[in-house]
């Protein structure tokens, strides 16, 4: 499962707005890819579709979909919001990743 902290899911429902998707229908999608400077790096994207491979969380009033390769690396990840003049934007708190790189967008296992 993945988590939603109160400012990400703010964060998450005015961006869906602003890129017109509803945060009651619609769904973000949170998958790891190949690359960064780590070995593998987070996406983070809006989506009205579910694909056969996903899974499908909610937390905090945010519906998540999740293919199953990237499930496995972000089995108990946090996302959270950092805002502010030295904030990052979203960031994954993520219990499996053994090193991360200094923007926090990459990781390794």
């Not at 989506?47 to 390769?69: P, T």
Request: hydrophobic share 35%; with cysteine.
């Amino acid at each position: 499962m993945i988590q939603v902290s109160e400012k990400a899911k703010q964060r998450v429902i005015s961006l869906m707005i602003e890129e017109g998707f509803d945060a009651t229908k619609d769904y973000v999608r949170v998958g790891v890819k190949s690359g960064g400077c780590s070995g593998l790096s987070y996406e983070l994207n809006f989506d009205n579709k579910i694909n056969e491979s996903d899974k499908v969380f909610e937390d905090n009033a945010v519906r998540i979909l999740v293919d199953k390769k990237s499930f496995l690396y972000l089995v108990g990840t946090v996302l959270e919001y950092s805002g502010g003049l030295n904030g990052k934007g979203f960031v994954f708190n993520n219990p499996n990743a053994q090193r991360t790189c200094g923007c926090g967008e990459s990781f390794s296992l």
